[in-house]
């Protein structure tokens, strides 16, 4: 994927967004521009689904289009490939990340194989949306991070949001592919808003072809910096620019990469960015053995072994069971963590 370089934008927004209300947004507008674009999951039809991003939907493109199935997940993954093979463009939802796993038969030996299988005759155009990570307080298998278990699916493509805008252009992205796209959106942060450039305002402006910033492809700098690079995903790369600017004012200057595609990963930015400030700290929620850590970790390593100052650390959740609310705070990289990851990093020595 091609490098993304962290340059301002100077158009206006006119809106301003949840995550929910952007992914809202983007799945109304595709439907409205694809009449082979169809919704369907547990509640996604007159409720909206859990966290209503489906609201209205079926009302504005009719329940034939949006619309809600039993509850059974492998039931609703193999419906979408179904449809796939039919010439649609399914979008379909799992209430919560934990509740993929019923799913997980259908979707790695038929998602993810069936264009390989039929020797490219039969293309899966499908979207999973999967309301992913902790920061909720809700119980078990309602906080899981699957990017891993999903990353290592050979035909899956798979990519988080980190806020409004990212989740608008991303799902957009995604859903206009012709291959299959596992979209784990960060539950913790539906309800944060910020600012949403939609397509309509960005050719309004005179930016009909996409710049670089505008790119929904690869990762992008979501801040500068000269000393460090901190490397996440979905909702830790809030977390991460919150660590950014607390470790500014002792002078060190943090640069985050929010890695959006998690497959394919962005090697060309994560080796720019950390040959630059030669220290890296990867940052995800997920357990740390096996995590996709891990494999961001060695891609850094493989491409700039000879500038790294300190090997790549990384600050994770634990190989635990995901825990109950009440001890979610520690589960969860929080910014003390984050910032002994940093410590650590920077105070490293050669024997």
């Known amino acids: 994927m091609p490098e993304t370089v962290a340059v301002p934008d100077t158009r206006t927004p006119s809106h301003v967004l949840s995550l929910q209300g952007a992914l809202n947004l983007a799945l109304d507008e595709l439907l409205a521009e694809d009449e082979k674009v169809l919704v369907l999951g547990e509640d996604v039809g007159t409720l909206g689904g859990v966290f209503r991003v489906t609201s209205g939907l079926a009302a504005s493109h009719g329940a034939e289009r949006v619309f809600d199935t039993p509850l059974a997940e492998s039931g609703i993954l193999g419906m979408s490939i179904g449809l796939s093979i039919a010439g649609f463009r399914p979008v379909p939802e799992v209430q919560f990340d934990g509740f993929a796993y019923p799913a997980m038969n259908q979707i790695v030996t038929?998602?993810?194989?069936?264009?390989?299988?039929?020797?490219?005759?039969?293309?899966?155009?499908?979207?999973?949306?999967?309301?992913?990570?902790?920061?909720?307080?809700?119980?078990?298998?309602?906080?899981?991070?699957?990017?891993?278990?999903?990353?290592?699916?050979?035909?899956?493509?798979?990519?988080?949001?980190?806020?409004?805008?990212?989740?608008?252009?991303?799902?957009?992205?995604?859903?206009?592919?012709?291959?299959?796209?596992?979209?784990?959106?960060?539950?913790?942060?539906?309800?944060?808003?910020?600012?949403?450039?939609?397509?309509?305002?960005?050719?309004?402006?005179?930016?009909?072809?996409?710049?670089?910033?505008?790119?929904?492809?690869?990762?992008?700098?979501?801040?500068?910096?000269?000393?460090?690079?901190?490397?996440?995903?979905?909702?830790?790369?809030?977390?991460?620019?919150?660590?950014?600017?607390?470790?500014?004012?002792?002078?060190?200057?943090?640069?985050?990469?929010?890695?959006?595609?998690?497959?394919?990963?962005?090697?060309?930015?994560?080796?720019?960015?950390?040959?630059?400030?030669?220290?890296a700290v990867v940052v995800h929620e997920a357990p740390l053995t096996a995590g996709l850590g891990a494999e961001v970790a060695q891609l850094i390593t493989q491409r700039c072994f000879g500038t790294l100052k300190a090997p790549v650390e990384r600050v994770t959740g634990f190989d635990v069971p995901y825990p109950s609310g009440d001890l979610e705070d520690e589960y969860i990289p929080n910014i003390d963590r984050i910032l002994f990851g940093i410590q650590r990093v920077l105070e490293y020595k050669r024997g």
């Not at 155009?125 to 290592?152: K, N, Q």
Request: glycine share 8%; hydrophobic share 40%; with cysteine.
């Open 110 to 279: 038929q998602l993810g194989r069936m264009h390989y299988r039929s020797r490219g005759t039969l293309p899966m155009p499908v979207t999973l949306r999967v309301p992913s990570f902790g920061g909720i307080r809700a119980p078990e298998h309602h906080g899981e991070s699957l990017e891993a278990v999903f990353a290592h699916v050979p035909g899956l493509k798979v990519v988080s949001p980190s806020d409004p805008q990212q989740g608008y252009t991303l799902l957009k992205a995604a859903v206009r592919m012709n291959d299959p796209v596992m979209f784990m959106e960060p539950k913790s942060r539906y309800w944060q808003k910020g600012p949403v450039v939609t397509e309509a305002e960005g050719a309004h402006d005179g930016d009909s072809s996409p710049s670089r910033v505008d790119s929904p492809w690869g990762a992008r700098v979501a801040r500068a910096g000269r000393h460090l690079t901190l490397v996440a995903w979905g909702a830790m790369v809030a977390r991460c620019l919150q660590v950014a600017e607390l470790a500014a004012e002792d002078g060190i200057d943090v640069e985050v990469v929010d890695l959006r595609w998690l497959k394919p990963i962005d090697a060309e930015t994560l080796t720019a960015s950390v040959a630059k400030t030669r220290r």
